[in-house]
């Protein structure tokens, strides 16, 4: 029951920059994995940004250099700061989460509702 509420999309004109936060609730869990992705109108959903719970990261080419994927040690926040946006960036964000439970082999899969990010000429 990891838990993931996004928020901070909007509407914002090409070049502005928004930042996503991702609360995550993921007491009894060890995170494995963290992401953010987005799904455009008529495509399909795609990595945007990762980080490894030790702070590796790793971004799509379309936005790297624009935007910065953090998170803070105790795995429950995760954040996108994404700067000189563009219409392309359109979309619905979604934070995503890999965790197993204390004990547990199995690995599971969060999704927050997602949040919607929207670039104007």
């Known amino acids: 029951q990891v838990l993931l509420v996004e928020s901070g999309g909007g509407l914002v004109h090409t070049g502005g920059s928004l930042g996503l936060s991702c609360a995550a609730d993921?007491?009894?869990?060890?995170?494995?994995?963290m992401g953010w992705y987005r799904q455009a109108p008529g495509k399909e959903r795609e990595l945007v940004a990762s980080?490894?719970?030790?702070?590796?990261?790793t971004y799509a080419y379309s936005v790297k250099g624009r935007f910065t994927i953090s998170g803070d040690n105790s795995k429950e926040m995760l954040s996108l700061q994404m700067n000189n946006l563009e219409p392309e960036d359109t979309g619905v964000y979604y934070c995503?989460?890999?965790?197993?439970?204390?004990?547990?082999?199995?690995?599971?899969?969060?999704w927050g509702q997602g949040t919607q990010v929207t670039v104007s000429s």
């Open positions: 993921r007491r009894g869990f060890t995170v494995t994995y």
């Open positions: 980080i490894s719970p030790g702070g590796a990261s």
């Open positions: 995503h989460y890999q965790a197993r439970r204390f004990g547990r082999s199995q690995i599971q899969y969060f």
